[in-house]
């Protein structure tokens, strides 16, 4: 054999191999994507904590703004990526509460907070669609890659709209996957639940929006269903 038939087959080796290994690789996603089951399942945690595009910390933190001294709500924590982060930015006098349909993954956020020597996350156990919180209670609420799992999305909203002050906001954050809600599907709940878009960022399949309660009219009064509540001055 010379040696030029040996590189060439040992070429045609190579291709082979990287179409097998990107047709395995198409799979596997095909296979995620197809199966991927609602609530996501604790087992499979440890991939929570992988990042995914476009959905980072900083950019949370640019479309929620938390503040010291805030009380804020998140919805499907998961084991806490974004919890763990949000809470020691509301310093000690703020407040971060977790609700999770699941009592494990409340259970994983508080190991971790402990490990971290975070005490201001309080955790319930509650499904998102009966928030068990007084109405106006929230200076902001968010939820990552959560709501599209929660089966009633738009009930969703609302509750989380009864339970956000009139000044506050909501960050929901979508990626691609089965359950992911489209930003025009979020636009159009949002709106039958009395909340307006702000701002959205990133790309459809992996988006942040903010979103604030809608202006309520006060008797007497008309205004537009999409005109946003003041926010109060920085003074
Ligand atoms: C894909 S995980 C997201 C975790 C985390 N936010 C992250 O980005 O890593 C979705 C979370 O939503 C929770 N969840 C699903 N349905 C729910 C419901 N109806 N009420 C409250 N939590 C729910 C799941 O238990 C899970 O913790």
């Known amino acids: 054999m010379t040696a030029l038939s040996l590189a060439s087959s040992s070429l045609r080796r190579k291709s082979v191999r990287r179409v097998v290994a990107g047709g395995a690789a198409a799979a596997a996603v095909a296979a995620w994507w197809a199966f991927d089951s609602a609530p996501y399942p604790y087992a499979q945690h440890w991939l929570l904590d992988l990042p995914l595009p476009f959905l980072s910390l900083p950019r949370l933190d640019g479309m929620l703004q938390p503040r010291p001294g805030e009380r804020i709500l998140e919805i499907g924590p998961g084991t806490g990526l974004q919890s763990l ?21 409340l259970d ?9 020597g975070i005490g201001t996350i309080v955790p319930t156990l509650a499904d998102a669609h009966h ?17 599209g799992e929660i089966p009633d999305p738009a009930t969703t909203l609302s509750e ?33 639940a009395g ?14 929006a903010r979103l604030h309660p809608c202006a309520t009219a006060l008797p ?8 946003p509540v003041a926010a109060p001055s920085a003074g």
């Open 85 to 105: 982060h949000v809470a020691p930015q509301l310093g000690t006098d703020g407040r971060l509460d977790i609700v999770d349909i699941q009592q494990e993954m």
């Open 108 to 116: 994983h956020v508080m190991r971790r907070a402990g490990e971290n």
């Open 131 to 147: 928030l068990p919180f007084d109405d106006a209670s929230f200076d902001a609420a968010y939820l990552v890659t959560a709501l």
């Open 160 to 192: 989380l709209r009864r339970v956000l002050k009139p000044t506050g906001r909501l960050v929901v954050g979508e990626f691609f996957d089965r359950h992911q809600i489209r930003p025009a599907r979020l636009i159009g709940h949002a709106a039958e």
């Open 195 to 208: 909340l307006h878009l702000e701002k959205l960022i990133g790309p459809p399949f992996s988006y942040y």
């Open 220 to 227: 007497g009064q008309r205004l537009d269903a999409q005109q």
